[in-house]
């Protein structure tokens, strides 16, 4: 029996620019209650145009590690149903967005929500849960 | 009828249907609307260092923290009814601490301009009576405020407007995405990268002005043309504006000069969110980030954002937001080592590391009060069903007497 070498393979990383949105059936969720699984599932998600997931050979459904400087989720991949020309991914505002969210403001107090650069790769871990959201803070205390 | 407190619209047409003082059903409500109306599953309750309580020793206990700070800080306030900040804003003064809320990382910039009367404004009767050019910028209303197009801006007749939308109106949207707002505006659907705003806006102007536009000149072109000849527009701006073009309002203002017959509007999300800016701007001539130290002194320091980045605070008081949900993760690890005290009808991410919770009634739901339109117009809020809980109001008026 020849080995898998393809187990041992770090999957290729993409960088991608991220911009977040509203979606008001993940806001109706929250509103229901923001520890369901409803709000879990609408809101980590990253929103692919279809170009850019061929490009990096992802499908509806795949999980994908997000990362940059300020921490990583991962999160499931859907695929935009616009004619979007890509470049741009999108994530619904939520906790999960905000891991990738800078602190710097140069001072002005406004985060920089709608501009995160990232890398992006197919992982099959889990989608990060708002426990493990939360048991993050509860390590701080 | 009854007032929505779901977002800043205040619908006031909303028919709730309660049996044995529970709501069964609303109609007319959108989504968000109606799921505020009928609740949240999860009711917060009284805790002291995360153990059972009574609201009472809740509130004894916050007022300790607060009165025994160095440097308090009062922050939410867009979810509180106008009554309820006002207390805060007392609260405030009394303690000499900070006070920001929600609009210190959304509108807060653009609502001051508009308070100081940089620009033209207009009400939302006057949108649905006279409007006939609306340009959602950086806006997804029909997600954020979604009967905004329904109630006032594209779909109704108006007095001026009674062809509506098949011949009377014409709506753009400038997004990063062709939102769902963006998907009815067939035809007028200018797509801008990230952070291009005001490279638009510049060649707008330049359009305006006879010039021909550096960046995609035909599109430009045609729609300054459209822009050019309305009767009534109106530019409805949206966060991806707001945080593109970051503190040049002044670019926003010159465009608004070159077209005499528009109005810019701010887009809010939370329920009284104007309310907290209109308020804070009639004590103190600032719309947000606020410190009573004597007198009143404004400063970007004493946003939430830069109060927890340089941790400046030792205590926080959050009424009616979840800093914890919607601040970045890495500017709200601060609040894991400070006390936090959390006034919600619900239990939130905040509310769960908070060392203080203490539960309140919803507001425009489970009691009155009055709340502040996305336009300015005040509207009455509604008490549908009793409650047990204490209004926010309340409960800040004995957090005021305990301390």
Redesign the interface.
């Given at each position: 029996m020849g080995i898998d070498v393809g187990k041992f393979l770090k999957n290729p990383e993409y960088e991608i620019?991220i911009?977040t949105?509203?979606?008001?059936?993940q806001?109706?969720?929250q509103?229901?209650?923001?520890?369901?699984k409803d709000y879990e599932k609408l809101s980590a998600c990253i929103v692919m145009s279809k170009n850019d997931m061929a490009k990096m050979g992802l499908k509806p459904g795949d999980r994908v590690k997000v990362t940059n400087n300020?921490?990583s989720i991962v999160v499931e991949v859907r695929e935009s149903k616009?004619?979007?020309?890509g470049g741009?991914a999108?994530m619904v505002?939520?906790?999960w967005s905000?891991?990738l969210?800078?602190?710097?403001?140069g001072?002005?107090?406004?985060?920089?929500?709608?501009?995160i650069t990232a890398k992006i790769s197919l992982v099959k871990e889990e989608t990060t849960t708002?426990e493990s959201?939360?048991e993050?803070?509860?390590k701080?205390? | 009828m009854a007032t929505c407190p779901?977002c800043a619209l205040l619908c006031d047409d909303i028919e709730v249907i309660v049996e044995n003082n529970r709501i069964k059903e609303t109609k007319n409500a959108?989504?968000?609307g109606?799921?505020?109306i009928?609740g949240?599953?999860?009711r917060l309750e009284p805790k002291i260092a995360q153990k059972p309580s009574d609201i009472e020793s809740a509130v004894r206990k916050a007022a300790e923290i607060l009165g025994n700070a160095k440097s308090p800080m009062l922050f939410g306030w867009s979810n509180s009814t106008c009554e309820a900040q006002v207390k805060g804003i007392q609260l405030a003064k009394k303690l000499g601490a900070i006070i920001d809320d929600t609009s210190?990382?959304c509108q807060g910039l653009l609502i001051e301009k508009l308070l100081q009367k940089k620009f033209r404004t207009c009400t939302l009767e006057e949108v649905r009576n006279k409007a006939d050019v609306l340009v959602y910028w950086g806006s997804?209303a029909?997600?954020?405020e979604?009967r905004h197009l329904s109630r006032f801006s594209y779909f109704p007749r108006g007095e001026s407007r009674q062809r509506g939308y098949e011949e009377d109106r014409i709506a753009i949207a400038i997004d990063?995405?062709?939102?769902?707002t963006a998907k009815i505006c067939k035809g007028h659907f200018y797509?801008i990268?990230?952070?291009g705003d005001r490279e638009f806006i510049l060649a707008l102007i330049d359009a305006l002005s006879g010039k021909v536009p550096a960046y995609e000149p035909k599109k430009i072109l045609e729609l300054a043309s459209i822009l050019k000849k309305a009767e009534y527009g109106v530019i409805f701006a949206g966060?991806?504006l707001t945080?593109?073009i970051?503190?040049d309002f002044d670019i926003l203002v010159a465009l608004a000069d070159k077209i005499p017959n528009f109005h810019i509007m701010p887009m809010v999300?939370h329920y009284n969110m104007r309310g907290f800016n209109e308020n804070l701007f009639k004590e103190t001539g600032f719309v947000n980030?606020v410190k009573f130290d004597g007198k009143v002194v404004h400063d970007?320091r004493y946003?939430?954002?830069?109060a927890?980045?340089e941790k400046s605070i030792d205590a926080l008081l959050v009424a009616g937001s979840?800093p914890?949900?919607?601040?970045?993760?890495?500017?709200?690890?601060h609040?894991?080592?400070i006390r936090v005290i959390c006034i919600d009808p619900?239990?939130?991410?905040t509310s769960?590391?908070a060392t203080v919770t203490i539960p309140c009634a919803v507001s425009g739901v489970e009691s009155g009060g009055t709340a502040v339109r996305m336009d300015g117009k005040i509207i009455e809020l509604s008490k549908i069903i009793e409650s047990d809980y204490p209004t926010d109001e309340e409960l800040l008026s004995r957090l005021m007497g305990a301390l």
């Open positions: 620019k911009t949105y509203r979606d008001i059936f806001v109706e969720a509103e229901c209650d923001r520890f369901g300020n921490g616009r004619d979007e020309p741009v999108f505002n939520s906790p905000n891991v969210v800078s602190e710097e403001s001072g002005r107090g406004i985060p920089e929500f709608k501009n708002l959201l939360m993050y803070f509860r701080l205390q | 779901g959108c989504r968000r109606a799921a505020r009928k949240c599953i999860n210190s990382f997804d029909q997600d954020s979604p990063v995405r062709e939102s769902n797509r990268q990230p952070k966060i991806g945080y593109s970051k503190d999300g980030r970007n946003s939430i954002v830069e927890l980045r979840d914890l949900s919607s601040l970045p993760r890495s500017l709200v690890r609040l894991a080592s619900c239990v939130t991410m769960k590391i």
